[in-house]
């Protein structure tokens, strides 16, 4: 077992000191977060990736182990296999929340904020007053359009007035 898995251990084996104080609920919040948090707590694209990669090859192992587990099973005979689902059933529950907790967790998008440059905030600042004289410009040429077409359709009026005066 690599080092991680064995930090891991031992971090369970020190919250299973608290389990007289603390509620199984919270035990699993606690060790799933120790596990999962035990790296940096900056938000860190590549310690995020990391941590994500981390928990799905744990829900591998978890997986793994269980199936494995429950082949043993097939091989009892019924007595033996009743007592073993006795035994077994809390486990199974237990890393199928493990495994739930973990899905979650991967499946969760943190917004990782995207590092400032000065100089881009400069060059937008200096870009700022320029955009604004363009768009001022384009404001009035649209306008000067605007009432060309106004009068283009007040002489067409005027013109059709005109034509029905000399038609009747």
């Not at 969760?108 to 400069?122: A, R, V």
């Not at 009035?140 to 009026?157: C, H």
Request: net charge neutral; glycine share 2%.
């Amino acid at each position: 077992m690599d080092r991680q898995t064995w930090v891991a251990i031992k971090l369970i084996r020190c919250l299973n000191h608290l389990s007289g104080v603390l509620s199984t609920e919270k035990m699993r919040e606690l060790t799933l977060n120790g596990i999962l948090n035990r790296k940096n707590t900056q938000n860190d694209s590549v310690a995020s990736v990391s941590c994500k990669r981390e928990a799905s090859q744990k829900i591998d192992q978890l997986l793994g182990g269980l199936h494995q587990i429950m082949n043993l099973r097939g091989e009892l005979n019924s007595s033996d296999a009743e007592r073993f689902d006795d035994r077994i059933e809390p486990i199974r529950l237990q890393i199928q929340a493990v495994v739930n907790a973990l899905n979650a967790f991967i499946l969760t998008t943190t917004e990782i904020p995207e590092p400032k440059n000065i100089y881009d905030d400069l060059y937008e600042e200096y870009l700022r007053p320029q955009q604004l004289e363009e768009n001022e410009q384009q404001q009035q040429q649209k306008q000067m359009r605007l009432n060309s077409m106004r009068l283009r359709v007040q002489q067409a009026k005027m013109d059709a007035a005109e034509t029905k005066k000399l038609a009747s």
